[in-house]
């Protein structure tokens, strides 16, 4: 799936705010408007997303 998407299918399942998800998944408050407006990501930025958004869904569903 595109990166783009499951971002923003995790941020309206979490009620999370893109500049709180920018933040903790890469330190960039402005990730997600950036990725909104064409950013391409580069692989390992890419995986380190996928790993944040696994995790928080590894926690939710272990709360």
Known sequence: M?????????????????TRFGRLAARDPRLV????????????????VRGFMAAVRENEVQA
Do not use: S, V
Request: glycine share 6%; no cysteine; charged share 40%.
């Open 2 to 18: 595109n990166i783009r998407r499951e971002i923003e299918l995790f941020l309206r399942a979490t009620g999370m705010r893109p």
């Open 33 to 48: 408007f950036d990725i909104r407006m064409g950013r391409e990501l580069r692989p390992n930025l890419e995986r380190r």
